[in-house]
């Protein structure tokens, strides 16, 4: 099976602009998570989507969203880019069985430079 | 609130001796833990996890963890380092059920290897 993949690799933006990231999960994976990680902050938690819904959510602000689509692919998108934004995305994709959540599994992710 | 601590942000050792990664959770609900690594300009591979059962996790490449629920503790070890360990390694919770999908990350551990 292919792994989890992320598009872009890489993207330099400027602030105020926006951005759309892109994350297909491994092929039956129904859940997509995703998160930031910067060498500051760490790795933190974004939000969750399952069956087209966020599941669960982190504590960014509004101007981070995303959605999943019917085949299970999520989009993430930052408006209004601060500095601060500058991180590398990664998305997550889990299997669900029932009650039944199985482990996640990393894509490469999405390094986002703000200028 | 869950939270991961990783007691030292970088550890060394020499090739051939024990590798221990040390991590301590606080979780208000029986917790699943997890070892993820990541090497440079990549995302995170799953080394282990424990859910339930037995508190001794073996994973790959050799690495094991122990789940000590009176000490709160996960604590990630290897015989016998190799070169190829050289990575940071993350310590995760989750608090399972519909909340699987969110990771609570601790802030890595590097690990250097020495011939």
Redesign the interface.
């Known amino acids: 099976k292919a792994g989890?993949t992320q598009t872009p690799r890489y993207l330099i933006k400027t602030r105020g602009q926006q951005v759309t990231l892109s994350c297909s999960p491994i092929s039956g994976h129904r859940?997509v998570?995703w998160?930031q990680q910067t060498p500051g902050q760490?790795?933190?938690?974004l939000f969750?989507y399952?069956s087209e819904t966020q599941?669960?959510k982190?504590n960014f602000p509004g101007r981070f969203s995303g959605r999943q689509f019917s085949n299970s692919r999520s989009e993430m998108n930052v408006s209004t880019l601060e500095l601060g934004d500058s991180a590398l995305y990664?998305c997550?994709s889990?299997q669900i069985a029932g009650?039944v959540?199985y482990?996640?599994?990393?894509?490469?992710?999405t390094r986002l430079t703000v200028t | 609130a869950q939270s991961v601590t990783q007691l030292g942000s970088h550890v060394s050792v020499s090739e051939g001796a024990l590798v221990l990664l040390r991590c301590n959770y606080s979780s208000s609900v029986p917790p699943y833990l997890?070892w993820?690594v990541q090497y440079p300009?990549?995302?995170?591979?799953?080394l282990l996890?424990y859910t339930t059962g037995a508190t001794l996790v073996k994973g790959i490449n050799g690495f094991e963890a122990e789940f000590k629920k009176s000490e709160t503790s996960f604590h990630l070890t290897k015989p016998s380092a190799h070169m190829s360990d050289a990575a940071e390694y993350?310590c995760?919770v989750s608090r399972?059920?519909?909340?699987?999908?969110?990771?609570?990350?601790?802030?890595?551990t590097i690990l250097t290897v020495h011939p």
Do not use: D
């Not at chain 2, 300009?41 to 799953?46: E, P, S, T």
């Open positions: 989890v859940s998570s998160y760490g790795l933190q938690f969750e399952f599941r669960n982190g990664l997550a889990s009650v959540s482990e996640q599994y990393f894509g490469p992710g | 997890f993820y300009n990549q995302g995170l591979q799953l996890k993350f995760a399972g059920g519909t909340s699987y999908g969110k990771l609570t990350f601790g802030q890595g």
